[in-house]
């Protein structure tokens, strides 16, 4: 998947930019991005501030931790209960 060359922080500054007054086709042609890219974004970001994209980041990071967490455990789990099937 192509990355974007907009980073989280500068994605929200972008936004809010238009809040500020600016239209919106103003921001989209000064940044060179597309009114479906700005709504899309608009719908993800929208009314995220810097510290709260940080703690979404750090959220989704021990989601992620927890996943796979949760993977081993279940993986460990089903050997166990096989072993014991072989035993009896």
């Avoid at 990355?3 to 042609?29: N, P, Q, Y």
């Avoid at 709504?39 to 980041?57: E, F, V």
């Amino acid at each position: 998947m192509k990355r974007s060359c907009f980073t989280e922080t500068m994605i929200i500054s972008i936004l809010k930019r238009t809040d500020a007054g600016i239209t919106v086709k103003d921001v989209c042609r000064k940044h060179g991005i597309s009114d479906a890219t700005y709504y899309n974004w608009k719908s993800k970001y929208g009314g995220m501030s810097a510290s709260d994209l940080k703690r979404m980041k750090e959220m989704e990071h021990e989601l992620a931790q927890l996943k796979r967490m949760y993977a081993d455990m279940a993986l460990e789990n089903r050997a166990l209960k096989d072993l014991i099937e072989k035993k009896l």
